[in-house]
Nanobody, 122 residues
Framework: QVQLVESGGGLVQAGGSLRLSCAAS????????MGWFRQAPGKEREFVGA???????YYTDSVKGRFTISRDYAKNTVDLQMNSLKPEDTAVYYC????????????????WGQGTQVTVSS
């Protein structure tokens, strides 16, 4: 019954911006960490960033200063604003949720979205 649905993926030029959105349904995630992972072809899935219930944010080093996570706790959504995009950001981006930030960062998420493709051209 619980679903996370991503939207906003697409093709963008290097240096451009894109905003991804994740809408959750089936339960409230106000007391959960919610965030984003990505997986490029031939690469392992990697943690991108997350926001916990208290508003604290966490980002992998490669996106710090370029990506920003925001949440609307009432609407049960989490967004990923991506600026200064690089070709190496090309990947399928997945929304995820976990009860603890440590679980989120380690990849042991309880819920996953279906993924949305982001392609950055040179």
């Amino acid at each position: 019954q619980v679903q996370l649905v991503e939207s906003g993926g697409g093709l963008v030029q290097a240096g451009g911006s894109l905003r991804l959105s994740c809408a959750a349904s089936g339960r409230t995630f106000s007391n959960y960490a919610m965030g984003w992972f990505r997986q490029a072809p031939g690469k392992e899935r990697e943690f991108v960033g997350a926001m916990h219930w208290n508003g604290n944010t966490y980002y992998t080093d490669s996106v710090k200063g370029r990506f920003t996570i925001s949440r609307d706790y009432a609407k049960n959504t989490v967004d990923l604003q991506m600026n200064s995009l690089k070709p190496e950001d090309t990947a399928v981006y997945y929304c995820a949720a976990a009860a603890f930030i440590g679980t989120m960062k380690s990849g042991g998420n309880e819920y996953w979205g279906q993924g949305t493709q982001v392609t950055v051209s040179s």
